[in-house]
């Protein structure tokens, strides 16, 4: 079946830092791949998402590039300010009709200032 | 354009009860998943349905059910609830439901006494 592994957080960073999260996948056929943030008390938001390999998702200066053959789509931020502190959620869409999303687990990031 | 709405947000329940929550797509949205987070298990599907038809049930017990309406709305009904149904159910909706982006909902926050 399709399953998401996300590095084990917390990760607790210093402003202006960089920032990784890595995330690897199994899936059959040629998912697609979301980063989810959740901040506290709220729902889940679409950061960014890629469709196909190779394909590089960006927003807000967050990116994450699809990788078919490491199977990865790691989260990176150059420099992370206090207002990214939240918990940040790998996601993949197999299509071919499943119609669901399988996550993983979480990260939860913490930036000090 | 309005987001997608859950009510209620908060809901306290006694075990054996049942309860019934509701959630209003993005208008235009036909699509409507549900999620259960907790935090031993994380984010997992419980099902998705398009236009009134369920197209995907996650593994949980049939005390877990749903339903859409011809106004896209959906509902999920939770029978003889136990203290292990406590979560925050999120609800998200998508234009078509595969390989799209997912808006998700506030949640509503179930606690089973």
């Known amino acids: 079946g399709n399953s998401v592994t996300q590095m084990e957080g917390p990760v607790t960073l210093s402003e202006e830092a960089f920032l990784t999260i890595n995330c690897t996948y199994t899936a059959t056929g040629y998912p697609s791949l979301f980063w989810y943030v959740q901040y506290p008390g709220e729902g889940l938001q679409l950061l960014l998402k890629?469709?196909?390999?190779?394909d590089k998702g960006s927003n807000k200066g967050f990116e994450a590039t699809y990788r078919k053959e490491t199977t990865s789509f790691h989260l990176e931020k150059g420099s992370v300010q206090v207002s990214d502190s939240a918990v940040y959620f790998c996601?993949?869409?197999?299509?071919?009709?499943?119609?669901?999303?399988?996550f993983g687990k979480g990260t939860k990031l913490s930036v000090i200032p | 354009k309005a987001g997608v709405t859950q009510t209620p947000r908060y809901l306290i329940k006694t075990r054996g009860q049942q309860v019934t929550l509701s959630c209003s797509p993005i208008s235009g949205h036909r699509s409507v998943s549900w999620y259960q987070q907790t935090p031993g298990q994380g984010l997992q599907f419980l099902f998705e349905?398009?236009?009134?038809?369920?197209?995907n049930k996650g593994n949980f017990p049939g005390r877990f059910s749903g339903r859409q309406f011809s106004n896209s709305r959906s509902e999920m009904n939770v029978s003889t609830l136990e203290l292990g149904d406590s979560a925050l159910y999120l609800c998200a909706s998508s234009s078509s439901g595969t390989n799209t982006e997912a808006f998700f909902g506030q949640g509503t926050r179930l606690t089973v006494v």
């Open positions: 996601a993949l869409d197999s299509g071919a009709g499943s119609y669901q999303l399988t």
């Open positions: 890629a469709t196909k390999a190779d």
């Open positions: 349905y398009f236009s009134e038809t369920q197209r």
